[in-house]
C-alpha cells in the first residue's frame, strides 16, 4: 500500500489561479474522495496526480517518491474516467487485458490475471460480448477491471458513477466499497455527490475555490464542520444556517435569530457577547411537535419514509424531518403554527465574518431552548 502527498501544489491556468496552495497526506489504503462543487478544483487535482496536468509549483509524491517530473505512464497508477472510455472494437476481455498488452506483461501471464479480475468483478459470463452489448454497470465494471489488472500503487477514479441512474448508482456504490475492502489499494476519488463520499470514504478532503476547506472522517465532517460552508455543503436536506448574535446571559450566552433564541452555556463557545455569528442547525435536530418554541409551516415534503417541513421562525428559515409514521406528518400543512424544541448539544455556531466554527467540542453542551416570546 502507498502514501500519497500534495505539498503546496499551485495551479495556474494563464491568469487564473485554479489551485492557490495544497496540502495534502493520504494514508496508505486509505479510500479518500475529494469532494465539492463543480469548478472547485478537485478534477484537476486528480489530473495533477495522475500526470495529465503539470503542478505550477510545488511536490506531487507516491510512495514518498516526487513523480510531478514523471509521465503518466511511469507514475504506476490506474484511473477509472467518467465515460469510461472503453474501447468499442475490442471484447470485455480484449479491453481487461489490453494494459497488459502496453507494458509488455509475459502473455504467459494473462489468463491467470484475467481469470483474478473477472471473478473479482463478476464479468465471468461477459468476457466475449462487446462495450455496447453491455449495461452502464457493467460498463463501469470493465473499466475497474482494466485499471484493476495492472495492480497499481494507487487507483484513481473521477466521477465514475455520475452517468449510471439512481438504482445503479447505490449498487455500484457498494460494489466500490467492497472491492476496496478486498484490494486495499490507495484510493482517490473524485466526486460532486456527497452520498457517495460519506458512504465510500475512509477520509473526505472538502473543496471549494480550489481551497482545501476540511479533510476528516466523513463523521468528523457531518457532525464538526470546520466552517460554513462545509456545514453547507454536507447534509440532506442541508443544515438550516441563520444569521445571529451573541449576547451574554447569567449562564452564558443568548443566541437570537429572528424569533429563535437558544441559550448556549459560555463554555461551549470560543466567543464574546456581541459577535454576529451563524447558527447552523441540521433537520434531526429540530424536534417538531412539542417545546417551547413556535414556527409556521411553510411547505410540507411527503417522500416517503419521513416528511420534510420547511418553516418560518420570526424571520429565521429552518428545515425539520418528522417520521411519516407520526400524527403530525399526516396533519401538517403549510400555514399551521407547530410547536418544536432544539437539541442545544448539537448546534453548530460559526463567525459570521471569517466563516469558522466557533463550538470548543464539536458541539455546544446541553442547556434549555426558548423562544424570544417566553423570555
Known amino acids: 500500500m502507498t502514501t500519497v502527498s500534495f505539498r503546496n501544489i499551485r495551479k495556474v491556468f494563464g491568469d487564473t489561479v485554479t489551485i492557490p496552495s495544497l496540502n495534502l497526506e493520504i494514508e496508505a489504503g486509505e479510500f479518500v474522495s475529494l469532494l465539492g462543487p463543480s469548478g472547485c478544483g478537485k478534477t484537476t487535482t486528480l489530473r495533477m496526480l495522475a500526470g495529465l496536468e503539470q503542478p505550477t509549483e510545488g511536490v506531487i509524491a507516491i510512495g514518498g517518491q516526487p513523480v ?3 509521465p503518466p505512464a511511469q507514475r504506476d497508477i490506474a484511473m ?21 498488452r502496453k507494458r509488455g506483461v509475459p502473455r504467459s501471464q494473462w489468463p491467470e490475471m484475467q481469470r483474478r479480475v473477472a471473478q473479482l468483478l463478476q464479468l465471468d459470463a461477459l468476457l466475449e460480448r462487446k462495450p455496447r452489448q453491455l449495461s452502464g454497470g457493467q460498463q463501469q465494471r470493465v473499466a475497474l477491471g482494466r485499471a484493476l489488472i495492472r495492480n497499481p500503487k494507487v487507483f484513481l477514479l473521477d466521477e465514475p458513477l455520475s452517468n449510471l441512474d439512481a438504482k445503479l448508482r447505490a449498487h455500484m456504490r457498494a460494489e466500490l466499497i467492497e472491492l476496496h475492502q478486498r484490494i486495499r489499494t490507495t484510493t482517490v476519488y473524485v466526486t460532486h455527490d456527497q452520498l457517495e463520499a460519506m458512504t465510500m470514504s475512509t477520509r473526505i478532503a472538502v473543496m471549494n475555490g480550489g481551497v482545501l476547506q476540511q479533510f476528516a472522517t466523513p463523521d468528523e465532517i457531518y457532525y464538526r464542520p470546520s466552517n460554513v460552508f462545509v456545514a453547507g455543503f454536507i447534509g440532506t436536506p442541508a443544515m438550516s444556517l441563520v444569521d445571529a448574535q451573541l449576547a451574554r446571559a447569567a449562564s452564558g ?20 457577547a456581541g ?8 433537520p434531526e435536530d429540530i424536534t417538531l411537535g412539542a417545546g417551547p418554541l413556535r414556527a409556521r409551516v411553510k411547505v410540507v415534503e411527503p417522500i416517503g419514509h419521513e416528511t420534510i417541513a420547511l418553516l418560518d421562525c420570526g424571520g429565521a428559515a429552518l428545515c425539520a424531518r418528522v ?21 442545544l448539544a448539537h448546534v453548530h455556531v460559526f463567525a459570521r465574518d471569517s466563516g ?14 426558548r423562544s424570544r416570546a417566553a423570555a
Open 356 to 369: 469558522l466554527r466557533l463550538n470548543r467540542d464539536g458541539a455546544a453542551a446541553a442547556a434549555p431552548a
Open 80 to 100: 477509472v474516467f467518467q465515460s469510461y472510455a472503453l474501447y468499442p472494437h475490442l471484447s470485455v476481455a480484449e479491453n481487461i487485458l489490453y494494459p497488459l
Open 253 to 272: 450566552f443568548v443566541a437570537r435569530a429572528g424569533g429563535l433564541e437558544l441559550r448556549l452555556p459560555s463554555s461551549a463557545l470560543i466567543a464574546t
Open 275 to 282: 459577535t454576529e455569528v451563524v447558527m447552523g442547525l441540521r
Open 323 to 343: 417520521a411519516s409514521d407520526m400524527p403530525l406528518a399526516r396533519a401538517m400543512r403549510a400555514g399551521d403554527e407547530v410547536p418544536f424544541d432544539v437539541t
Open 68 to 70: 510531478q517530473d514523471l
